[in-house]
Structure formats: C-alpha cells, structure tokens
C-alpha cells in the first residue's frame, strides 16, 4: 500500500504542476507566485477575471475529460482481455459524438449537447447489449467466447457512427460545418461547467475502488475468475457500463478527444504493473494531467489562435504509443 500512495502522491504532484502551468498560461501570461493568492483571494483585477471565468473552469474539465478517458480505457482493456482497447473500439464514443453533432445540428445550447452525448452513448450501449446478447450469457462457456463477439460487434457499430458522422458533416449547413468539425477534433473552449464531469469522476472511483480485485481476477481469465466466485456476465456487463458512461461524459465535454483512453493506461500498466488497485486511480491521475497538457499547448502553441485539443493529443499521443510498443518489443 505504500508503494501506491508513493506512486499517487507522485502523479498528484504532476497534476498539481500541470494545472499551475495551465492556468498560469495564455495571450496573457499570469505569474505562477499570484495564482494561490487570485485563487484563494480573487479581486476585480483582469487577470482574477480571467482565472475564474475561463482558465479555472477548462483546465478542471480538461482533467476530469482525461480523467474519465482514462478510467474507460482501462476498463475496456479489461474487458477485453487486451491493451489496445479504448472506449472506440466499441463505438461508444463515437455513438456519444454522433448523439452531440445531431444536437450541434438542432441548434441547442450545452445542456442540449449534452443530453445528445449521454443519448448517442446509451444507444451504442443498448445496440451492443441487443446485437451481441450472447456474448453476455452467464453460463461459463458463453464468457469465454464472449470477446471476441463483443470485440467484433463493437467494430462494426464504431463503423456505423463514423458512417453516420460523415452523412451528417455532408448534410449539414455550410454556416455550422465549421463548428461541427472542430468539435469533432475535440474543443475544450466552451467548457464552464466542470462541476458534473468532476462528480461523474468522483463517483467513477467510488464505484470501481470495490471491484478491483475482481478486476484483477478477470485479467487471469474468465474462467478462473468464475470458479473464485466472480460473477463474470454481471462483472462484464458493470463494466462496459461504466466505461459508457464516462467515455459519454467526456465526450460530451470536451468532444471526440482520441488516444487519451489508450496511451495513459498502457503506459501506466507498463510503469507500476496491471494491479487493478494502483492501476485506477494512477490513470483517472495520469489520463487527466495527459488531456490537461495537451490542451494548454492547444492554447497557446499558435496563441493568439486555438488549436483542437484532438489533434495535437493525436500529434502526442500516436508517437508516444509507438514508442511504447516499441520499448515493450524490445524487454522481450
């Protein structure tokens, strides 16, 4: 237990650091030794207004957006018994940005964008449960056969939503195709709400804190997780839920944002190990200050011009993953 509070300390300290370099950067610069004093004691002054009307507000979504990219990944890897899964192998981030471009389409406000994500994301989860209903037989065969059904199911629904995203970005106005495709790259710059993506993080932990050792049985396999005493349909069931669920609310707040959901856990599994227990919370850490990064460069890397945070965690993050196969090749 002290290895993981040494390892949670550490990451907390780089999440720290991060959010004092985001908050502190911008078209106008604010000095890193006035922060805790506009933080705690904000005045009328510019810069306070500022800090509190947008830095604050995006950089906490930022974190809880990568936070919950992060935790769903590792709940899909999981799932399917495999590294290279994040929450669009199974289409449910793309059912969430499908569900948010049709509400962008209608003309609807944040709340309106929301509600479409968490729709689009709980049809996904509805078509998947429906199309690939065997692959959630409790019996002990049926879970062993059960990933690659689902993987496959999944693949072709991920599939679908991009067809559907193209047949929306074809239809749509040429006034809103701007905005639509931006969003689509992943766009932090209207995120003032950081309040319920935090709870949804909080509550994620809370959830999954009891369900790790199981998690960790159901790494060994299916069937000696079943003969331990794990309820293994229910427990595969639980968890692409909640994978849904966050990789919604993320999508629903910072946009389609990729590779957070399968860099951060594969690096953190190959640092710390595939203990579920350090593995989580090391991840909700790491996934957050990961997206929280890439977004301040976003910011300010062509300032006073923003960049979609998509693409440069793309730029990031496709080759830092090669890197890490590479170096996973290479202890082999």
Known sequence: MLRALR????????????????????????????????????????????LHALRLPRALSAFASGALLALAGALMQVLLRNPLADPYVLGTSGGAAVGSLIALL???????????????????????????????????????GSVPRLLLTGVMLAALWAAVTLLLLTLVPEAQLRGMLFWLSGDLAGADAPGWPLAA??????????????????????????????????????????????????????????????????????????????????????????????????????????LPVGVVMALLGAPAFIALLLRAEGRR
């Open 7 to 50: 390892i949670w300390l550490l990451l907390a300290l780089l999440a720290a650091a991060a959010l004092g370099v985001a908050l502190a950067s911008g078209s106008s610069e604010i000095a890193l030794a006035e922060l805790p004093r506009l933080l705690l004691h904000p005045d009328d002054s510019p810069a306070a207004q500022v």
């Open 106 to 144: 209608l003309g609807g406000g944040l709340l309106t964008l929301q509600l479409g994500a968490f729709a689009g994301a709980l049809t996904s989860t509805l078509l998947l449960f429906g199309l690939a209903r065997r692959a959630w037989q409790p019996q002990l065969g049926e879970s062993e």
């Open 201 to 306: 993080l909080a509550g994620l932990l809370l959830v999954l804190w009891p369900l790790a050792r199981e998690l960790n049985l159901l790494l060994r396999g299916a069937a000696g997780a079943q003969a331990l005493g794990v309820r293994v349909a229910w427990l595969q069931r639980a968890l692409y839920l909640l994978a849904s669920l966050a990789a919604a609310v993320a999508v629903a707040t910072a946009g389609a944002v990729g590779f957070v959901g399968l860099v951060a856990p594969h690096a953190l599994r190959l640092l710390i190990g595939n203990d579920q227990r350090v593995l989580l919370p090391a991840c909700a850490l790491g996934g957050g200050t990961l997206l929280l990064l890439a977004d301040t460069l976003a910011r300010t890397a062509v300032a006073p011009q923003q």
